[in-house]
């Protein structure tokens, strides 16, 4: 497993923009899957968006698409979610989480139960 580090929430006002980073060490990264999910309170834990070892595929859920974008470095040991267009409902905890995942599975077909290791999570506040 790697260890997550997740910096970049805050407080923004509706409309606005906030930038996620999910750093790992421990393992070589560059095999890892990496997906952001987040969770509002009383809520399930949301897969929000997912980029696959080499950047090749993403995902991104209904409810973000067209304003999220992920992204990696694998030379930084690093992955982005850029937030744009910020709305009220997208605030909540945000986790990343990767694992080695089989390059036969589709990224849109990835859940929280493929992810072995997580992040201590980062909250993002969206005020209206």
């Known amino acids: 497993q790697v260890q997550l580090v997740e910096l970049g929430g805050g407080l923004v006002q509706a409309g606005g923009s906030l930038s996620l980073s999910c750093t790992a060490s421990?393992?070589?990264?560059?095999?890892?899957?990496v997906g952001w999910f987040r969770q509002a309170p009383g809520k399930e834990r949301e897969f929000v968006s997912g980029i696959t070892w080499n950047g090749g595929s993403t995902y991104y859920a209904d409810s973000v698409k067209g304003r999220f974008t992920i992204s990696r470095d694998n030379a930084k040991n690093t992955v982005y979610l850029q937030m744009n267009s910020l709305k009220p409902e997208d605030t909540a905890v945000y986790y990343c989480a990767a694992h080695v995942i089989p390059p036969w599975r589709s990224v849109q077909t990835w859940g929280r139960f493929d992810f072995g290791s997580w992040g201590q999570g980062t909250q993002v506040t969206v005020s209206s």
């Open positions: 421990g393992r070589t990264f560059s095999n890892y899957g």
